[in-house]
Nanobody, 124 residues
Framework: VQLQASGGGLVQAGGSLRLSCAASGRTFNSYTMAWFRRAPGKEREFVAAITSGLSTYYADDVKGRYAISRDNAKNTVYLQIKSLKPEDTAVYYC???????????????????WGQGTQVTVSS
């Protein structure tokens, strides 16, 4: 599956964004989809995941502000971010892997497919 992330931009603190990740292929609904981010000077870190069974998982520091969802008819996964903070500034990547309906992992090395990333910059 090929992934194309979009929706990033420059936003003031307190604002909201919705990132999108469009996927190619007819088996999108079978994939676990995830979002990761890489802040300046830091390693890539897990943000959220949604399984093909629609279970969702979040990193502790984004719970309550981030929401992951998917639209299988559009082959797209979304990441809604509200109450943006300067520390949310990062390149956000979508990822996909096919390991079963309930599988997810926070280790980026477990995901076989990656989008190109979209920059989110939050100004204070």
């Amino acid at each position: 599956v090929q992934l194309q992330a979009s929706g990033g931009g420059l936003v003031q603190a307190g604002g909201s964004l919705r990132l999108s990740c469009a996927a190619s292929g007819r088996t999108f609904n079978s994939y676990t989809m995830a979002w990761f981010r890489r802040a300046p000077g830091k390693e890539r870190e897990f943000v959220a995941a949604i399984t093909s069974g629609l279970s969702t998982y979040y990193a502790d520091d984004v719970k309550g502000r981030y929401a992951i969802s998917r639209d299988n008819a559009k082959n797209t996964v979304y990441l809604q971010i509200k109450s943006l903070k300067p520390e949310d500034t990062a390149v956000y990547y979508c990822a996909a892997s096919w390991r079963g309906t309930t599988w997810y992992d926070s280790d980026p090395g477990r995901y076989a497919n990656w989008g190109q990333g979209t920059q989110v910059t939050v100004s204070s």
